[in-house]
């Protein structure tokens, strides 16, 4: 059943990563195949975040390895720069551009990448706009939005790229519990249409509606990953069922 790093979207071996004596990643091996979604879940300072920031190379592991469709993640400078595109991220903070409009904001980087002329990336991003639920906001600045219009246009600003992977760092915890769900709406219809995704959530039911696999994290290692019926209905470790017995009686 295992299939070789090459044919595997994300493959991640041995990774370890310290923050002083902290063991952020401790050993982490994972796969994310070629249209899987997999939530990354587990507690607070678990690893979960240094793991999707460590995959998009925003964060150098220490030991071990980060395959991208079987390609080494590459040193800071031009090849970093050009696998980065190929994966998206989406992060807690919306980390928009305050002083540019929506408009502004998606068309930036392609048109500073000359992946698109100006014209193609407006099409491309009113087209993006209206995928995710925001093309009347296309004018205003992000401060004008509501939180969850924020993170959708955040979304719609990743895809500009055509990235092949998404990871999304705990994406709906700065918003009002409201505005959750038109989050994860949007993240439904990517899942759906096939894009690979890694989503490190809160969000029990999305993680057990939405994702083909569970990954839970603890003191920063793997320490299940199955699917989400058997994660949530019969996990295998003390951890996890203690994890699960606080998040789902909340």
Same mark, same amino acid.
């Given at each position: ?68 469709? !079987? ?16 994966? !998206?991220?989406?992060?807690?903070? =919306? ?23 100006? !014209? ?95 990954? =839970? ?34």
């Amino acid at each position: 059943m295992d299939q070789p790093a090459e044919a595997q979207a994300v493959s991640v071996r041995g990774a370890g990563k310290r923050f002083g004596h902290v063991a952020a990643l401790d050993d982490v091996s994972l796969d994310v195949a070629p249209g899987e979604v997999v939530a990354v879940v587990g507690p607070s300072g678990s690893g979960k975040s240094t793991l999707c920031r460590s995959i998009n190379g925003l964060e150098r592991i220490d030991t071990g390895t980060v395959l991208i469709h !079987g390609q080494p993640l590459a040193s800071p400078g031009p090849r970093l720069q050009a696998m980065r595109r190929e994966v !998206g991220m989406v992060f807690q903070q =919306f980390n928009l551009f305050q002083h540019l409009t929506v408009m502004q904001n998606l068309t930036l980087a392609p048109v500073r990448s000359r992946q698109l002329s100006a !014209g193609d990336a407006q099409d491309r991003a009113a087209a993006l706009l209206a995928r995710v639920g925001v093309e009347a906001q296309q004018s205003k600045y992000p401060a004008q939005l509501s939180g969850g219009q924020q993170q959708r246009v955040a979304i719609a600003r990743a895809l500009m790229m055509s990235p092949k992977i998404m990871l999304f760092d705990e994406p709906t915890s700065a918003l009002d519990p409201e505005m959750v769900n038109e989050v994860l709406e949007v993240m439904r219809d990517l899942a759906e249409q096939g894009m690979t995704m890694m989503v490190v959530t809160h969000e029990m039911g999305f993680a057990r509606s939405a994702a083909d696999s569970v990954v =839970f994290m603890d003191s920063g290692r793997v320490v299940e990953h199955a699917a989400p019926s058997d994660f949530f209905d019969n996990p295998q470790t003390t951890r996890a069922r203690d994890f699960l017995g606080k998040v789902l009686h909340h």
